[in-house]
């Protein structure tokens, strides 16, 4: 693990350097997801201020693939409005992390997407 | 449990009278030590041993039914010849002292006092007066408690110290036959997965804890100290770093991790590239466990387990018999 990255150095140092880990001292939303298969768990936390993000944060046990994923996902979400985060999708994470995800490894990027969106569907209906 | 709060309360909740017999004083080498239990109820049956077995098991149980029918508590002060000697382990003839009393509320009360707070991670010691007036009489140690159990003139010291506890890091087939042993061993284990269906109670009844979130956070959250064992059976790195790395910033004496030496080299990597001394790298057991052949999932928790009560016991887990 210590080599090269079979993904590519976007994921390599967004693995090993991951931006935004850690957590908010009083997040606005904070939402915690998991593959049920292979263990990996993200908890995002967002600041909201005038239904604009302010800050983001995730941490989580999470492999190469979701670790990257979450790092990129969180460094674009500064200044969205809530509604804009409905503009954050897939293709967008996987430009970001300019390589190509097989099928089977594809959840590994869904998962921090699919938490961040439940988090905020659920403060916005709390 | 400890095994003396576990015996009293199958015999309080089986409602039954019984005698307790303690083993408080052993000269020469004997397969039991100072405070091991024995206990009688009122119809024959015995729970637990003060030997393993032999003469001295036998005398206890003469006496029982005196104590039973009314006798107050006595000290059994056993002078072995050799033959007897060498059926219970002595090497040569030796003595035992075990002390027989009734089981009477007020005993359960101040045991049950104890067990407060053991389970609350303290240790307690109980002084009992062994013979002439007020044997029997019992007092309850907080501060300055002496490291083993053992007898002072004519007050035994009952060591109360909590139980070691096994984390274990991972919810799968190898984790649920290795509550049981440790459990049958006197551990408290606590098993964490970020998988509900993998950490439950169905698949795990016996453990005391079992928790599910994101399992490096919740390994900060976690005592670990030097009378706990952690091993990760989770066999995925992105749970096997992190955690490793709060382990071995604790000072618990046993690092086991589940993998081959390959897969362990390439962890130990990991760490390292975080920062982690050699010095501390040492401290992780991979493979796993003992060389006991086998490769079904009780057979590894077995392999495992074994080599955890070896560590804790301060052994190599070698064959006594090659000793």
């Known amino acids: 693990m210590s080599n090269a990255s079979p993904y590519g150095e976007v994921i390599q140092e967004h693995f090993r350097h991951p931006r ?3 957590s908010l001292d009083a997040p606005d939303v904070r939402h915690e997801g998991f593959n049920p298969f292979c263990g990996d768990r993200v908890r995002i936390e967002l600041s909201v201020e005038a239904n604009a993000i302010t800050a983001a944060r995730f941490a989580g046990d999470l492999c190469m693939i979701a670790k990257a994923a979450s790092s990129l996902l969180t460094g674009m979400l500064e200044g969205l409005s809530l509604d804009e985060v409905a503009t954050v999708d897939e293709r967008r994470l996987l430009d970001a992390m300019q390589t190509e995800i097989r099928p089977a490894r594809m959840q590994c990027v869904r998962l921090p997407l699919e938490t961040l969106k439940t988090g905020v569907e659920m403060w916005r209906n709390r | 449990m400890h095994e003396t709060f576990e015996l009293i309360e199958r015999l309080r909740r089986a409602e039954r009278r019984a005698v307790m017999a303690t083993l408080v004083r052993t000269v020469g ?66 003595a035992v002292d075990v002390f027989v009393e009734p089981l009477t509320d007020e005993l359960i009360a101040i045991y049950d006092r104890a067990r407060v707070e053991w389970d609350a991670g303290r240790t307690v010691a109980l002084t009992t007066i062994l013979s002439g007036e007020g044997a029997g009489t019992r007092q309850l140690i907080e501060q300055d408690v002496p490291a083993t159990s053992r007898t002072e003139g004519n007050v035994y010291i009952e060591v109360l110290r909590p139980p070691p506890t096994l984390l274990i890091f991972g919810g799968g087939a190898v984790s649920i036959p290795l509550v049981s042993f440790a459990k049958a061993t006197g551990f408290r284990t606590i098993v964490v997965d970020g998988r509900p269906r993998f950490a439950n109670r169905e698949r ?84 796993i466990g003992l060389d006991l052949g086998g490769d079904t999932p009780a057979e590894i928790a077995l392999s495992i387990a074994s080599e955890v009560v070896a560590v804790m016991h301060g052994r190599t887990g070698a064959a006594l018999s090659a000793a």
């Open chain 1, 20 to 22: 935004n880990y850690g």
């Open chain 2, 29 to 94: 080498t004997t397969p039991r030590k100072e405070g091991t239990k024995m206990f009688v109820g009122e119809h024959g049956d015995v729970f637990g041993s003060v030997t393993i077995g032999g003469c001295v098991d036998g005398r206890v149980l003469e006496h029982s039914a005196e104590i039973l029918a009314g006798s107050s508590p006595r000290l059994l002060e056993m002078q072995l010849g050799d033959e007897e000697a060498w059926e219970i382990g002595l090497t040569c003839g030796g």
């Open chain 2, 204 to 287: 795990f009844p016996d453990a005391d804890d079992v928790r599910v979130g994101i399992a490096s956070e919740i390994a900060r959250e976690l005592r670990i100290n030097a009378t706990t064992a952690v091993v990760l059976v989770a066999h995925d790195y992105k749970i096997d770093v992190p955690v490793l790395k709060r382990a071995l910033d604790t000072d618990a004496p046993y690092i086991g991790l589940l993998g081959s030496r390959r897969r362990g080299a390439a962890i130990l990597q990991m760490l390292r590239d975080e920062g982690v001394s050699e010095e501390q790298l040492v401290r992780v057991r991979v493979p």
